[in-house]
Nanobody, 125 residues
Framework: EVQLQAFGGGLVQPGGALRLSCAAS????????ISWFRQAPGKEREWVST????????HYADSVKGRFTISRYNAKNTAYLQMNSLKAEDTGIYYC??????????????????WGQGTLVTVSS
């Protein structure tokens, strides 16, 4: 059974850091593109970052570029999202998802066919 389990969220002060994990089971994570999306309260879900299948090409939304780093550790079949210099506007539920979207479609939710359950990140003083 394919599963993605996102965890690592929590409450952090502005300027702080968190590392989210996305543990995969039932498939080999490096063979798929893994993306992180987030949904802020009262807003639509938005794409945050992607690490492409096969290689280690990464992509970031402009709002997180330079602050967030996506990676994966193949031996643990786990992907990560290191979030630094967190801001209040980073608050939301973070989801990891897998798929094989083309480069032009990495932001598309419907190109990702399996999703984790989400982990809540709250940035507040």
């Amino acid at each position: 059974e394919v599963q993605l389990q996102a965890f690592g969220g929590g409450l952090v002060q502005p300027g702080g850091a968190l590392r989210l994990s996305c543990a995969a089971s039932g498939f080999t994570l490096r063979e798929y593109t893994i993306s992180w999306f987030r949904q802020a309260p009262g807003k639509e879900r938005e794409w945050v970052s992607t690490i492409r299948h096969g290689g280690r090409t990464t992509h970031y939304a402009d709002s997180v570029k330079g602050r967030f780093t996506i990676s994966r550790y193949n031996a643990k079949n786990t992907a990560y999202l290191q979030m630094n210099s967190l801001k209040a506007e980073d608050t939301g539920i973070y989801y990891c998802a897998r798929g094989r979207p083309s480069l032009g479609a990495i932001r598309n939710e419907d190109k990702h066919y399996d999703w984790g359950q989400g982990t809540l990140v709250t940035v507040s003083s």
